[in-house]
């Protein structure tokens, strides 16, 4: 009998432990989790601290009753002590009791995720600062919130600009802090970002933006005191989104890994040495708009990559089709989705793009209410091939970043999006869909 050892299970641990069993369900997988739930869906968050989830236990979409059903031996609350790969043995104790034991494994699952970035900043380690990362955060972050006055987020990404929404419209003071001089830097360019800056002024919340966290100070009157290169901010308490890293120090030195951590991994999820597996936020992934491994935690990334864990831990069978990284949020009345490069990103990965915006109402005007919508479409100005687009309104605006994802993954040039047959329904859209009008206006620039 073949035995598994699968370390970690929120999203890839899940996925791949339900797709080994139904591939093989006659083999013997142990799967470590160090705590005493799986699954969780982190993304909803603020989503839950702002009264917008009928039940919060629906933010599980597993148990592990559920994958002990179907035939995993669950290790919950267990803390996995030494992975080594040579001699093909996992080292684990109970966190309760402290009980050690080892398995014998004949293939080895890395799902062990991510970890919140967490500077050696002085004073992070206050009482009144937390991260925003699992369920544990989650209900803290929903009791601090009952009766505060104030609060402060660092890090302006998809997380803490959620929070820091959240927080606004529950009439809590809120400041956001980011080291990039624009909120949600590395989602979207600035013909966007300028529209969520304006909303978050416009709901009270303090932009610090461009400022450096550099120490933390507790006060006598139960507050706490973020201090950045310029400025000092205080409030009862301030949540850390910083970003995260690859949470691989188990096997650190025994695969190849990028030089922040993330594990390697070829189109069949398979790591530099034989019978290792990654997939989800402690692996690499094929991001198409470059063609490069990457690293981009997503979970959407980490359902994918689990599913082929299992399609090919027997044999290489089905092949990663790689990711456009493409994602969607939603703040105040504005909706946003972007798929693929950014020109922002694009830049920093040192290639060149060029960039195209066009702002048109989403559907006609002799409808009752329209919307405008800003469109940003990157390309590649020798092949011309779509290489992200970005997405911005009151309107629900999300498929189009589905659109996009297909476009960059089948390669499709600007010429080709501008002729695709989108439909036409006055209450959907104008003539020509704005996807394919700002697509048109590329091919004429």
């Not at 803390?79 to 494994?105: C, H, M, P, R, W």
């Not at 009791?143 to 419209?169: H, N, T, W």
């Not at 956001?176 to 416009?202: C, H, M, S, Y």
């Not at 919307?371 to 629900?396: H, M, N, Y």
Request: hydrophobic fraction near 40%; glycine fraction near 8%.
């Amino acid at each position: 009998m073949t035995t598994v050892a699968v370390i970690g299970c929120t999203h890839a641990g899940t996925f791949a432990t339900t797709a080994i069993l139904q591939e093989h369900p006659d083999w013997d997988v142990h799967v470590f989790e160090r705590n005493g739930t799986v699954s969780f869906l982190s993304c909803g968050i603020a989503l839950w601290a702002g009264d917008h989830v009928s039940d919060p236990k629906k933010m599980f979409y597993s148990s592990p009753e559920k994958l002990e059903e179907a035939g995993a031996h669950m290790h919950m609350n267990t803390n996995v002590t030494n992975v080594d790969i040579d001699k093909k043995t996992v080292e684990y104790e109970d966190i309760a009791t402290g009980d050690a034991s080892t398995l014998q494994f004949d293939k080895l699952v890395v799902t062990t995720g991510s970890r919140p970035v967490v500077p050696p900043i002085p004073g992070i380690k206050s009482p009144h600062v937390q991260q925003c990362k699992n369920w544990g955060d989650a209900v803290r972050i929903k009791e601090r919130m009952a009766g505060a006055k104030s609060a402060i987020v660092i890090g302006a990404g998809y997380i803490g600009a959620e929070l820091a929404e959240q927080f606004s419209l529950a009439g809590i003071d809120t400041t956001l802090i980011d080291g990039l001089d624009r909120v949600l830097a590395n989602n979207f360019d600035k013909p966007i970002t300028d529209q969520v800056e304006a909303k978050f002024r416009e709901h009270g919340v303090e932009l610090a933006l461009g400022q450096k966290v550099v120490s933390f100070h507790d006060n006598d009157d139960n507050t706490v005191t973020v201090i950045t290169e310029s400025g000092e901010y205080t409030a009862q308490f301030a949540i850390l989104a910083m970003g995260f890293r690859p949470n691989t120090d188990l096997v650190r030195g025994q695969v190849d890994m990028l030089p922040n951590g993330a594990i390697k991994v070829n189109k069949y999820m398979q790591a530099s040495v034989p019978d290792v597996y990654a997939a989800g936020d402690s692996a690499t992934v094929f991001y198409n708009p470059t063609g490069q491994q990457d690293y981009i935690p997503l979970a959407t990334n980490a359902v994918r990559q689990g599913l082929l864990v299992g399609a090919n831990i027997e044999k290489p069978t089905r092949e990663y089709m790689g990711t456009q990284a493409t994602s969607a949020v939603q703040l105040y009345d504005l909706s946003l989705a972007a798929s693929g490069l950014t020109e922002a990103g694009a830049e920093r990965r040192g290639l060149s793009v060029n960039s195209t915006e066009l702002v048109e109402d989403y559907r006609p005007a002799f409808m009752m209410s329209t919307a405008p919508v800003t469109s940003i479409l990157t390309w590649d100005p020798e092949t011309r091939e779509v290489k992200g687009g970005q997405f911005c309104s009151e309107a629900d605006i999300s498929g189009a970043a589905n659109v996009i994802s297909m476009a960059i993954q089948a390669h499709f040039t600007i010429d080709q999006l501008a002729n695709v047959d989108f439909l036409f329904q006055p209450n959907f859209d104008q003539p020509v869909y704005y996807v394919g009008a700002v697509a048109m206006k590329a091919c004429a620039e």
